[in-house]
């Protein structure tokens, strides 16, 4: 063999590259003979249990309530001929098309937790959601159960903290305490509200929550008080001030649609947005994007590899932005918490495009421009 084939090893006297003279450290490779690369690096007990998630939860029951009133614009909400129309990606105006969407968005949410048991009340008056809220309580004892209120067929919230649903007849708009649905539903308990100025609804609801942990310390003792606030989750499309996005090429309910479906709207989103700078993106229409093959939960398909690579950046986002055990609890306690956690990320993303910004309880640090 030739001198030239012979890979060159740095001369004993060379500083930059110290070999040991000591036979036994002769297998050694130079760069792995550091102090440290010798010490025992095994995770100690006290340092893995900080990192594992002992209290485990699930959000099995799920209730669907929907205002929608197609047809009937609110007193305080009247839409152009631009608006957005489409709700669960389906035509409002058609027949039996409330049943279809309370449906549909059962679907979408069965893509993150196929097991949840579901209540679906389409256009509902105040006895009919205290029937379900107290049902679904029941039936989930101590683990979570979401409430998603879609309130686009009834006025925006009130500055006393009052959400809208219906008279038996349909006549007339009711309004409905945050403290009473706070009290059907109970705690632990998960929030999506897609309505106008949204953040109302959250700043009520936790005021409401403090004024009764008052209440009940200052006359009913304080072994049995449920801590509302830390214990129950909101997800909000926008602020207290803000009204919902008004976007002809994206559906009427984008926050719901990002938080179920966050594939098909980037890439409709990302698609409305450059048709006139990448050539492929004037092609792209919903058909062909329902058209994706695969599912989220089989990796194998494209439908699977994009949503795992979607998760892989939003948890590397969480990871990096949120004290640890925030990241615990939204992001590994609870498998359709952590779904809607991430899809969350993404919509304080989008919605932003459009001056909402969205907000949830707990606070999150500002993800955006990560």
């Known amino acids: 063999m030739t001198d030239d084939l012979i890979c060159p090893c740095p001369s004993p006297t060379n500083d930059s590259f110290p070999i040991s003279t000591h036979s036994s450290d002769l297998s050694t490779p130079p760069l792995f003979s550091e102090p440290h690369h010798k010490q025992d690096n095994t995770p100690t007990e006290s340092f893995t249990g900080k990192w594992r998630v002992r209290d485990r939860m699930r959000t099995f029951s799920v209730a669907l309530i929907l205002c929608l009133n197609p047809g009937v614009e609110p007193p305080d909400s009247l839409r152009s001929k631009n608006s957005p129309r489409l709700e669960c990606w389906i035509d409002p105006t058609g027949a039996k098309a409330v049943e279809n969407i309370g449906q549909s968005l059962q679907r979408q949410y069965e893509r993150w937790q196929p097991k949840a048991r579901f209540k679906i009340s389409t256009e509902p008056t105040r006895e009919e959601v205290r029937k379900i809220c107290i049902s679904l309580r029941k039936q989930a004892q101590d683990d979570r159960v979401l409430f998603h209120y879609n309130g686009h067929g009834v006025p925006r919230p009130t500055q006393t903290e009052e959400i809208w649903i219906f008279n038996k007849d349909y006549t007339q708009y009711i309004p409905l305490t945050i403290h009473d649905l706070l009290i059907w539903m109970g705690t632990p308990s998960v929030f999506v509200w897609d309505c106008p100025l949204a953040g109302l609804v959250v ?82 229409t919903l058909d062909k994007i329902d058209a994706l093959p695969g599912k989220i939960a089989d990796r194998r398909s494209l439908v699977g590899e994009l949503n795992w690579v979607f998760t892989a950046i939003t948890d590397t986002i969480a990871w990096t932005t949120l004290p640890r055990d925030l990241f615990l609890r939204l992001f590994r306690q609870d498998l359709l918490v952590a779904s809607l956690f991430r899809n969350f990320l993404l919509a304080d993303r989008l919605m932003r495009h459009y001056g909402c910004v969205p907000v949830s309880h707990p606070a999150l640090p500002s993800t955006y421009k990560h």
């Open 203 to 284: 700043k009520g609801y936790n005021k409401a929550a403090a004024e009764r942990k008052n209440d009940q310390a200052k006359y009913g003792g304080v072994t049995s008080i449920p801590d509302f606030q830390a214990n129950n989750i909101h997800l909000a499309a926008c602020s207290e001030t803000e009204l919902l996005p008004v976007d002809p090429l994206m559906p009427s309910d984008l926050f719901t649609s990002i938080l179920t479906m966050p594939i098909k709207v980037s890439i409709l989103f990302f698609s409305s947005k450059n048709k006139h700078k990448v050539p492929w993106a004037e092609n792209i």
